[in-house]
């Protein structure tokens, strides 16, 4: 069982330099969520979604956009890097919003 | 004011010691919590459950106090791989019909030899 995928694992980015982070699970969930992680903060929703075809946003979008034109995939999306998006970001999926949460092993974002 | 709060930690533990520690959070509305555990440079990973009557499931026990607002976690005869940091989770049901869960910045747990 793959569970959450996410890629890439690892990324260095320029100032202004867009990229898309891919989420891809194999548990037929409906929920999918991406959040950011930075120190002493906790994880901090960016956007989710409660299906396919559906984005919403969460507590910090600016910057940020998503997609889920497919079930199975959630795509994070920056599309002008800034220093202040270095994080670690997860993705996560679930049966319903609340419960167990299945997160993929994190993408390590630097904005140089 | 943050929704869910923990303390930092690090609470260094002996093996074998009992540890405990507590989580606050802020909206008495809240309606489900969890605790997940994330070791060091890797994701979240669900623990356990907190239920109203508290629960236990091997070593770690959950216990839930709604009139003060908290929750607590207990691990018994704590061994090396206790390492974590201990997330408290809060789900709060919104209006709109969705709900979100809010996560703690996480406790510290460094068992040592």
């Known amino acids: 069982n793959a569970g959450v995928t996410q890629t890439p694992k690892f990324r260095v980015l320029k100032t202004g330099q867009s990229m898309t982070l891919l989420c891809a699970q194999d548990?037929?969930?409906?929920?999918m969520y991406w959040y950011r992680q930075d120190p002493g903060m906790g994880l901090r929703l960016i956007h989710y979604s409660v299906g396919e075809g559906t984005t919403a946003k969460g507590e910090v979008p600016d910057g940020y956009n998503v997609s889920r034109l497919k079930k199975q995939n959630f795509l994070l999306g920056l599309e002008s890097a800034a220093p202040s998006q270095t994080s670690v970001y997860f993705c996560?999926?679930?049966?319903?919003?609340?419960?167990?949460?299945?997160f993929g092993s994190g993408t390590r974002l630097t904005v140089v | 004011r943050k929704e869910v709060e923990q303390d930092p930690g690090p609470f260094n533990v002996p093996e074998g010691a009992t540890v405990a520690f507590n989580c606050t959070y802020s909206n008495s509305a809240s309606q489900s919590f969890f605790w997940y555990r994330q070791d060091c440079r890797k994701e979240p990973k669900l623990l356990m459950s907190v239920y109203s009557s508290g629960n236990e499931d091997g070593r770690f026990t959950a216990q839930l106090n709604r009139a003060s607002q908290y929750i607590s976690l207990l691990i018994r005869d704590s061994k090396l791989s206790d390492s974590a940091t201990y997330l408290c989770?809060?789900?709060?049901?919104?209006?709109?019909?969705?709900?979100?869960?809010?996560f703690g910045a996480g406790t510290q747990v460094v068992v040592t030899p």
């Open positions: 996560a999926s679930s049966w319903g919003p609340a419960g167990s949460y299945t």
């Open positions: 548990m037929n969930h409906e929920y």
């Open positions: 989770v809060v789900f709060l049901l919104k209006t709109d019909s969705w709900g979100k869960l809010q």
